[in-house]
């Protein structure tokens, strides 16, 4: 019998524009809780080399699926030595919005597309030219059409065993790129959830050689892009048709700030071909694929329930984006 754990340590660092995930391993001794730790920052982009100790301070935990036993993975904020938030830690902005608009109970279900690399190429992408064009791919299945399925369902299993809220997974429209859901739940429990999910998808496609990126267009031309389709409800929404749209309707008023925040390279994703709307223009629809926002079909039937904002990259920061959609949806209630 061992008298230690290992606790992963995981944060997110300053990379730009878009932020990595970094982790590292501590020894604790059985029956302690994770002690907030640090790292070099300078090696981060979170720190200049002269004042370089950045704070880990613990803020979700759960059973750590890939080492078992009694390991744990432990999500942090980022802090300053004087113990404040870091200007990268985008969660302790996310907690304040979501603790002022606690009162509305809102909910998130998001839909992280990824693609698998190996090398420089899709997976089961050939040598040389393309595969077949896109259509057979959407939760296809056979050797034929389908690329990585191994990793898929071991980061399935590793996500329920871990006891996050994974929703489900498909293969995706271009070959190798795939999608697992999260939630629904409260907007900062759906963030770190979905990070963790995405370390664990890294870590395990690491040991296949293979690795996951979330860039918004990882092929260029005529194969379709990565988002991140983020699904929410207000309390009033699971109620009422008219607070779905309402709902829609705020989300439109705020179209370039949202854009400006749904992940770097979207210009490149939301062209308005490829189920996407051209990021210079917001409408909302029931079942239709080409707007900003989507009324799902049986929301429109049961005449409430949820709206998908369409246009979140793969690439986002959930922090950042369920904070905008509170803010923007919640102040105009
Ligand atoms: P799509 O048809 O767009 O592919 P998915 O089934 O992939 O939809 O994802 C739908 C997401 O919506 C899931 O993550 C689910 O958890 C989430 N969801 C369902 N109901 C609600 C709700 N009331 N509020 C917020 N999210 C919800
Ligand atoms: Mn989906
Ligand atoms: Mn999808
Ligand atoms: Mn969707």
């Known amino acids: 019998m061992s008298s230690h754990f290992k606790a992963e340590y995981i944060w997110i660092d300053g990379a730009v524009p878009t932020a990595k995930l970094r982790s590292k391993t501590k020894i604790v001794e059985k029956g302690q809780t994770p002690p907030i730790w640090g790292f070099d920052g300078s090696s981060t982009n979170q ?69 698998f690399f190996e090398g420089i190429r899709p997976l089961g992408w050939p040598d040389n030219g393309f595969p077949a064009p896109q259509f057979g791919y959407y939760c296809g299945v056979g050797a034929d059409e389908v690329f990585g399925r191994g990793i898929v369902e071991d980061h399935m299993d590793a996500c329920l065993m871990a006891g996050l809220k994974i929703a489900g997974i498909n293969a995706e429209v271009m070959p190798a790129q795939w999608e697992f859901q999260v939630g629904p739940l409260g907007p900062v429990e759906v963030s770190d959830q979905l990070w963790m999910m995405r370390w664990l998808l890294y870590r395990i496609a690491e040991d296949q ?119 923007t949806v919640c102040s105009r209630l």
């Open 47 to 115: 720190a200049a080399g002269h004042q370089s100790d950045c704070v880990l301070k613990p803020v979700f935990t759960c059973p750590d699926p890939i080492r078992g036993g009694d390991d744990l993975l432990v999500l942090c904020e980022v802090l300053l030595p004087d113990m404040t938030p870091h200007p990268s830690n985008t969660r302790a902005p996310l907690v304040e919005v979501a603790n002022k608009y606690a009162s509305h109970e809102m909910w998130f279900g998001i839909e992280q597309e990824y693609t």
């Open 209 to 327: 050689g293979v690795s996951a990126t979330l860039s918004p267009k990882p092929v260029k031309g005529d194969w379709n892009g990565a988002g991140a389709h983020t699904n929410f409800s207000t309390k009033a929404m699971r109620e009422s048709y008219a607070a779905c749209e309402k709902a829609a309707q705020s989300l439109g008023e705020e179209h370039a700030l949202h854009i400006a925040n749904y992940g770097t390279g979207i210009e490149e994703r939301l062209t308005g071909k490829h189920e996407t709307c051209s990021f210079k223009e917001y409408k909302y629809g029931v079942s239709d694929r080409g707007a900003s926002v989507r009324i799902p079909w049986q929301v429109a039937v049961d005449k409430k329930g949820y709206i998908e904002d369409r246009r979140p990259c793969a690439n986002i920061d959930p922090y950042v984006v369920t904070r905008l959609i509170t803010n």
